[in-house]
Each structure stands twice: as C-alpha cells, then as structure tokens.
C-alpha cells in the first residue's frame, strides 16, 4: 500500500498564507482530496479533484499538484481556519485508500 | 438536509464483537458508494472499507481484512460495519463517509458525527 506524508505542524499569521503540502507515489497517478478537522468535529471536505470546491467552502482555499506532490493553499487564512488537515487519494492499486498523516495548522 | 448518523458503538472486551449501522437520510443512498473511515484517540484518519453503491465491489484496509466485515441495505438506506475478533489497536471513532464521484474526481463528501469503538484488554 500507498503512504502519504504531510508536515506534522505549520503556523501562519492572521491574513497571510500557508502551503500545506502532501507527498506520495500515488499521486502520480490520481489527484488528493484534502478535509479540515476542527477539534472533536468530524472532518469537513474542503477540497478535491484539480481544484475544486465544495459548496459553502471559501475561495481562499485552493488546490493543486505536481507530480507526487499535492496542495493546499489557504491564502488570507482566518482563525476559524485554524485545524488539522488531511490530504487523501487512491492508494497505487486503486482499490484501496490511503489519507495523509496530517498537518496541524496554527494561525498566530 | 443530507445527513449521516451512525450507531452502534460501546465498550467491549478484546476478542469480541459489535456491530456499527449508519442511517442515511436526504439524498439518494443507493446511487453512492460509501465507506468507513477510523480515528483512534489522537491519531489520523484511517481509511478502513469501501463497499459500492450495488454491493458489487468491497475493499478493506490490511489491517481489518479477515475481521470486519462492510454490508448495506439500500432499502433502508443504512450502511453496516460487522466488527470481529477486535482488538485494543480498533479503539476509535468511526465515521462513515459518503464517496462522491464526478468528473472533477471523487471524495468523500458527507461524513458522520462518527461513533466510539472501546476495545478493552
């Protein structure tokens, strides 16, 4: 099976911008989708495909990716940004998946 | 409003069994796939089965193959998660997610408050 790897933790102040990153194999082959998880909340899609977003999640949130690299942007992040994020794809079977390890996002 | 509730969860010993049901209500639950998701206390999220909108394909995480078992009755629009043989490593919140596919790419959209599995040695 796949893995996919995420910086355990990244801060941004109020209003700037952060780049959450997300690293595998599989991504070669099939775009990631990413989820914010607030504290004792189930987690939230917020992006997924080339860049698309989900209705009624702001347009300060992006996406792309680069060989097998995927991410997310958050530009002019706001505290109610601030959450655990996951990036997950299709492991190299495509049957299987796998989500990210997680990136703690803090905003200061 | 789409909605999934899940149910079932509880404390139980090591070697046991327990059976997780998730409701569906708002959309139509027999054109989606769905799957569970798992996060045991403090950790991330684990991907643990899918099972497609007919039944007609099912896949497991490694680490629940053989034990867990995933089912749906589309006409109760309810999803299942049979646990067996569990051990203190399944300890987690379960969530269920619905998995949606266009021609942007799939995610899972809709997701459970999720329910507590306890698994005691």
């Known amino acids: 099976s796949s893995e996919l790897t995420q910086d355990p933790a990244v801060s941004v102040a109020l209003g700037q911008t952060v780049r959450i990153t997300c690293q595998g194999d599989s991504l070669r082959s099939y775009y990631a989708s990413w989820y914010q998880q607030k504290t004792g909340q189930a987690p939230v899609l917020v992006i997924y495909?080339?860049?698309n977003r989900p209705s009624g999640i702001p347009d300060r949130f992006s996406g792309s990716s680069s060989g097998n690299t995927a991410s997310l942007t958050i530009t002019g992040a706001q505290a109610e940004d601030e959450a655990d994020y996951y990036c997950n794809s299709r492991d190299s079977s495509g049957n299987h998946y796998v989500f990210g390890t997680g990136t703690k996002v803090t905003v200061l | 409003e789409v909605q999934l509730v899940e149910s079932g969860g509880g404390l139980v010993k090591s070697g046991g069994s327990l059976r997780l049901s998730c409701a569906a209500s708002?959309?139509?639950?027999?054109?989606?796939?769905m799957n569970w998701v798992r996060q045991a206390p403090g950790k991330g999220l684990e991907w643990v089965s899918f099972i497609s909108s007919s039944s007609n394909y099912i896949y497991y995480a490694d680490s629940v193959k053989g034990r867990f078992t995933i089912s749906r009755d589309n006409a109760k629009k309810s999803l299942y998660l049979q646990m067996n043989s569990l051990r203190a490593e399944d300890t987690a919140v379960y969530y269920c997610a619905r998995e949606n596919h266009d021609s942007s790419g799939y995610a899972f959209d809709i997701w459970g408050q999720g329910t507590m599995v306890t698994v005691s040695s």
């Open positions: 495909g080339k860049n």
């Open positions: 708002g959309f139509t639950f027999n054109s989606y796939s």
